[in-house]
């Protein structure tokens, strides 16, 4: 093979030697040679290692395989091959050209790097995270907590099909009333922190949720699986139990900061992954045993002191178990239907004289509310 010509940088200084390049009589290195080098050099084949950010095809950049204090062993001088005889040689018959060499240890290093930094986001999603949105959630001012509310059920509105904002709100006017007319029975009199946002969705799915801010959102698939307006009573009151204990703003706190974290790590810093995962979450929201047990026993109480009997709260749940399906909320994450049941039936055994929450006429205008 003839001589190639190529440059050569020693890494130490900033000067271009124009050298040229040949195979040693026994093919076991390169010999570089140039009117400016103090005298030829040898470089072994299987030292040579090619530079991975070479982009252009014409050129190839080669240092070698050296002891050095840097990520890499590498000889911090370079030679650029411009010879395309010479430079195809060297892709086909030199396997480690491009082998990635690293210090012995390396891998150890990484694998304790990576595993102390999954501890770190172990402990900052399991821990930190939740222990700052119990905080949060106790200082966030009322009017924050409402835009953000109102954000995220915007977000929930798009994840069940709306095109639009407000494409999916049922606004039939004497739904509307029979709905207003629910929630003033139940709250009427109670001290309540938030002004509830009360609104229904045109889907199928069984469910209800609440977000923070008092955003309540009925979902007309409950409407329709409901036997009477009491069962819907009783829902709602629970819905509303998760916001005035801030459940909604605590859970909401929490999987954003979840999702930021998740976000910054998988490289998405736009936000909107965080809040979709917000919405998505509160929909399918899996509060601790002990915030649902206090839920049910506000809403039971909320239903007492309306005078609105509990057990079409009790037959609500007796009918998830019949229907045998799994609901987001209601059923696959929340406590045993059966025994949710059994606390609301004794609870209504020993209440006092009750009445619907609202006439016949008002119940159909409700479950037609997005017809």
Not at 117 to 145: G, K, Y
Request: charged share 20%.
């Amino acid at each position: 093979m003839q001589p190639g010509q190529a440059q050569f940088f020693d890494g130490l200084t900033a000067g271009r030697h124009d050298v040229q390049v040949a195979l040693t009589g026994d093919r076991m290195a390169l010999e570089i040679t140039g009117d400016t080098l103090p005298a030829p050099l040898r470089w072994p084949l299987m030292d040579l290692r090619a530079l991975a950010d070479t982009a252009r095809k014409d050129r190839l950049t080669l240092t070698r395989k050296a002891e050095s204090d840097d990520e890499a062993p590498r000889d911090p001088a370079r030679l650029i091959l411009q010879d395309a005889e010479l430079i195809d040689w060297m892709r086909r018959t030199r396997p480690g050209l491009f082998k990635a060499d690293l210090h012995p240890g390396t891998w150890k290093k990484l694998l304790t790097y990576a595993g102390g930094a999954a501890v770190a986001s172990a402990l900052m999603l399991f821990v930190i995270l939740p222990a700052m949105a119990d905080t949060l959630a106790r200082i966030i001012p009322v009017e924050r907590e409402v835009a953000f509310g109102k954000t995220v059920t915007a977000q929930m509105e798009r994840i069940l099909g709306a095109s639009k904002l407000g494409g999916l709100r049922c606004d039939d006017l004497a739904g509307q009333a029979a709905l207003q007319k629910m929630l003033t029975r139940l709250t009427d009199g109670q001290e309540m922190q938030y002004d509830i946002q009360l609104q229904v969705f045109d889907h199928e799915m069984v469910n209800a949720f609440a977000a923070p801010g008092g955003q309540v959102v009925i979902i007309d698939g409950l409407l329709q699986q409901a036997r009477g307006p009491d069962e819907v009573a009783g829902v709602l009151a629970h819905e509303i139990a998760h916001v005035e204990s801030r459940d909604a703003t605590r859970h909401a706190l929490r999987t954003a900061g979840s999702a930021g974290l998740l976000s910054m790590l998988l490289g998405d810093f736009t936000g909107g992954a965080a809040i979709a995962l917000v919405g998505e979450h509160l929909m399918t929201a899996a509060y601790t045993r002990e915030a649902e047990a206090a839920a049910d026993l506000f809403a039971l109480q909320m239903l007492d002191d309306a005078g609105v009997s509990a057990i079409g709260f009790a037959r609500f749940f007796d009918d998830l178990d019949d229907i045998g399906i799994k609901l987001p909320a209601y059923l696959a994450t929340h406590p045993v239907t059966a025994q949710r049941a059994a606390q609301a039936r004794g609870f209504a055994g020993a209440q006092g004289a009750t009445s619907p929450v609202l006439t016949d006429a008002e119940w159909t205008a409700l479950r037609n509310i997005c017809r």
